[in-house]
């Protein structure tokens, strides 16, 4: 989920002009993430999520990630809009019935993506990332679907997206799509006062988020406590219903 081309667009994260700045302790956490020994250390447990441990829940109330059905944010940032919907329809994915999230990106008033993405929560409160379906367009048409993926297909299984209790210095696996999506994060930061139009919060967690995909690329990305997000990359929350 990432906006500009890319929650992920396309399941890679993405480096773009006007991120936030990463404490160097973070990066040199991330520094190895896309690096050519792929020396990415995992410290949290992903096998939470996997689709054979459950039970889950379609009801996601994690405070940082909280998908109330109805729910819709709008982050904007130059040309580029990103708009993410809580739908009330849900989706069973390898044997998990996921809560569906709708993200339309659109650049100077095109459609440029659409992202259907199933989520769904352990009874500790750690919200499980079940795959996307993308469709990419290009002049009001559907050209393509790349980084698509689901749990369960291809060897793909459900990554953490956002732990029960988020703290810096953890790393995780969001995305477990072999080839096709694979991002990674490492929490760079917690606590920070962050403004964006939509007002200022101090209960924030930032991720910093890499995959072995784009060697060097990076992507930013700042969630609220009972909010949601505020920040991905360029982008900043700017209205938020209800």
């Known amino acids: 989920m990432a906006p500009a081309r890319g929650p992920d667009a396309g399941g890679t994260a993405r480096s773009r002009p006007g991120s936030l700045l990463i404490p160097a302790a973070a990066l040199a956490v991330a ?45 904007e940032g130059g040309p580029t809009r990103l ?10 994915v390898a044997g998990v019935t996921t809560r569906v999230l ?9 459609l440029v993506e659409v992202s259907r993405n199933f989520f769904a929560q352990t009874q500790d409160g750690t919200v499980c990332y079940f795959g996307e ?16 993926w689901r749990a369960g297909s291809a060897g793909a299984v459900a990554g953490v997206f956002m732990p029960a209790s988020p703290a810096p210095g953890m790393a995780f696996r969001q995305e477990v799509a072999p080839g096709v999506a694979e991002d990674r994060v490492v929490i760079a930061a917690a606590g920070e006062s962050v403004t964006v139009p939509f007002g200022t919060f101090s ?16 992507s930013t990305k700042v969630y609220a406590r009972n909010l949601g997000p505020l920040v991905d990359d360029v982008v900043r929350l700017t209205a938020k219903t209800p």
């Open 203 to 218: 209960e924030t967690v930032r991720f910093l988020e890499t995959t072995p995909l784009e060697p060097g690329a990076s």
């Open 83 to 92: 708009e993410i919907t809580v739908l009330s329809e849900t989706e069973l």
């Open 133 to 148: 379906d993308v469709d990419i367009y290009q002049g009001g048409v559907v050209v393509g679907h790349s980084g698509q």
């Open 102 to 110: 709708e993200e339309r990106e659109s650049e100077a008033g095109n």
């Open 31 to 75: 520094a190895t993430c896309g690096s050519p020994t792929d020396s990415f250390v995992e410290n949290l447990d992903i096998s939470v999520c996997h689709q054979s441990a459950g039970p889950f829940s379609a009801a996601v109330t994690n405070p940082f990630f909280p998908l109330a059905v109805g729910t819709q944010w709008v982050l």
